[in-house]
């Protein structure tokens, strides 16, 4: 039985927020990136969702991702990214550019001030002041941390107690005894979202689950509840390959995480389990959290409610709705991965998996597309606690098809697995789904007895970050 989907309340990929009923009223238009990688652009963003201010999107490739377009040039001649374009005749402003994440966030106030999220009416300036400068010194420790030849993991360590001291003499989980997160909130987390993956990566440094560091541990928990923090949310696979393009190069001291991060050891939640057809999950809780909403517009008390089998089918079934949606454009996108489709003239950008110029594959396209859609189905059953079957059923259809296919197969396993690197979390689903959806493209292209040479099966495709 097909199962149906709640509409989500909005997603990275949204381009209207919902609460813009009437789009004649939106009077921001917010140019962020395509790839949802930047942290100023995520605290904008998530300053306009915290708001339920209407805006329009713009979405604008990172120069590491892909060339931008002449008409964002024109209005952001360094091509930084966030800006706002805004339209508000009561104001006399027709297409006036904002830029700088700092004057976005008090354009936001100034044009929507309820509720007021300058934290402003909650503490005296001088204070607040205080905690901007300890993002500032905990950013240049994290700096420190990952880009210098002579890190310091115990200034890191002590500029996270400070702000753990901090939030522990707060009364609710954020800054300034704050019920709900402010535009300060906004700016730490948009900066330690980035920070656990890259210290895990660089030092096999543990933030989250960390005895000593517990008020923090309950600040990222509180933000894990929020549905409009979720869609905004990357997963570290993401974060890891967007680092670098940004920052430049890690200096790695220890790779005890590696093979978790990189998405190969077999409780990297990248596999399913041979014999129950479940994603197997990182035992360890200093990894990722799984956060609790497979749709952000399922309202939490609904969702905590169902019975875990019921919400792993709900985020399969996100998955599968991804796929089923364009699933011609996917198909074409996935087939690059093939043998003849990795062998494009591409035009390199330094971020290792960006790809924009490169051409499908027309001779595997559909054969693609046969198999995308036999994962589709296997993802979108309703099967709770009872997995193993349909994965058995729709194993079967793809050997099936794989026979047919002859000396095709093992590019198309080469698309699956291209496809697979590339799902992007916030941009393409939250992370329940993504988890879902890498397992059964790896269980795919087992089936298919592996790629045949593909990009996707190339060694050393990241650039050199998992060696
Ligand atoms: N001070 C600026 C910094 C913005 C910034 O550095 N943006 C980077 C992305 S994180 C950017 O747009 N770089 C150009 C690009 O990568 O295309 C702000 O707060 O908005």
Partial sequence: MPLSLPPPLTTASARLHPAAADPSSVKITFHRDSAAWCPYCQKVWLHLLAKGAPFAVSAVPMRSYGAKPGEFLAI?????????????????????????????????????????????????????????????????????????????????????????????????????????????????????????????????????????????????????????????????YSTLLNIEPQYGPMVVRDRSYHSYLDGTAPDSGWFLDPSTCEVVTPADPATEPLVGYVLSGLPPADYAALPPP???????????????????????????????????????????????????????????????????????????????????????????????????????????????????VPRDMPLVAARELRAHLNWAEAALGGGGGGEGEKKGLFGGLFK
């Avoid at 059953?381 to 997995?387: C, R, S, Y």
């Avoid at 000396?407 to 799902?423: C, E, I, M, N």
């Fill in 76 to 236: 952001s001649p360094g091509g930084l990214l966030p800006v706002f374009t805004v339209t508000d005749a009561a104001r006399g402003l027709e297409d006036a550019v904002v830029s700088d994440s700092v004057n976005l966030m008090s354009a936001i106030e100034e044009l929507y001030p309820e509720p007021d999220l300058s934290g402003r009416s909650l503490a005296p300036a001088a204070e607040i002041d205080s905690l901007y400068r300890l993002e500032r010194e905990l950013f240049s420790s994290w700096c420190s941390l990952c880009f210098r030849p002579s890190p310091s993991p115990s200034q890191f360590l002590a500029s996270l107690k400070k702000v753990d001291a901090v939030l522990a003499a707060s009364s609710t989980p954020y800054f300034l005894s704050s019920p709900d997160p402010t535009a300060l909130d906004f700016l730490f987390v948009s900066h330690l979202e980035r920070m656990l993956p890259t210290a895990m990566y660089t030092h096999a440094l543990r933030v989250r689950a960390n005895p000593e560091l517990p008020a923090l541990d309950g600040y990222l928990d509180a933000f894990d509840g929020l549905p409009y923090y979720v869609c905004t949310k990357a997963d570290y």
């Fill in 310 to 424: 019921s919400r792993t089918n709900l985020a399969r079934l996100y998955a599968a709705d991804k796929l089923n949606s364009n699933l011609p454009a996917i198909s074409r996108f996935a087939s690059r991965g093939s043998s003849k489709g990795s062998k494009n003239r591409r035009q390199g950008y330094s971020a290792p998996l960006a790809d924009p110029e490169a051409s499908p594959d027309d001779a595997v396209v559909g054969e693609v597309e046969e198999a995308l859609g036999i994962i589709a189905a296997c993802l979108s059953a309703d099967d709770a606690g009872a997995h193993a079957a349909t994965v058995a059923e729709m194993d079967g259809r793809l050997r099936e098809a794989a026979a047919r296919w002859g000396g095709k197969k093992g590019d198309v396993a080469g698309s699956l697995a291209y496809l697979k690197l590339r799902v992007g």
